[in-house]
């Protein structure tokens, strides 16, 4: 069984029921968290998932709504009891902010601290990120304000995949590394600098042959109706919403 779990779908407004976006993809053995802007500790727990699962963080780009809960979430890993390592995966730039923070918060002076390993994920295109039994990850450039990278994930136990856009505007690099993916969970903040519509996410969908959109990095004041109705004008497979707490069903 593998769960993949909408842990946050909100763009940087969050609000008390909606949190930054980020995701976890739980397998029997390893589990992978993509993003973090805030700790999903107490949400993973909530949901009845074991946050020492989580082997590997990825991290999209430097930014605070998904990155600045990081240092936390390890931190509170230390608490709980974890001696395995965790391996942080990113770009350059955010590998080298990320290990800054992590010196500012004390991180070696944490009773009980584990091993923390960071990979520097080159920005090509479908880069590989991590191999293990059960998921196959790979990476691409897209197209944000700062340093920003997409991934896709293959679930090689149900034999599914999925991509995530991470914050971008339109995307050829994005498209070629969703081509036949299962799902594309792609961001509609809106049109803009680093962003993308519903309709945008639309059409990457449909450019890449993916069965199911799933618009995720909302403003949560957005008329969600209004997203969906844009984004099927362009996409005629499905489409719906990310909502926190949502889990996919393969």
Known sequence: MVRLIVLGASNLLATETRRPTHLACLGEEHGLLIDCGVSP???????????????????????PDHAAGLTLFLMELCLRGRSAPVRVHSGAESIRRIRKVMQMYGWKKMPGQFPVGYRTVKR???????????????????????????????????GKSFVYSSDTEPSANLVALARDADLLIHEATGEGPGHSSAAQAAAAARDAGVRRLLLIHTNPYADGDALLAEARAVFHGEVSLAADKMEIDW
């Open 41 to 63: 500790r107490g949400r993973l727990e909530a949901l009845g998932a074991d946050p020492n699962r989580i082997g590997d963080v990825f991290i999209t780009h430097f930014h």
């Open 124 to 158: 090509g295109k479908r880069t590989p990120v991590l191999a293990n039994a059960e998921f196959r990850a790979f990476s691409t450039p897209v197209r944000h304000v700062v340093p920003a990278l997409g991934l896709r994930v293959d679930i090689l136990t149900v």
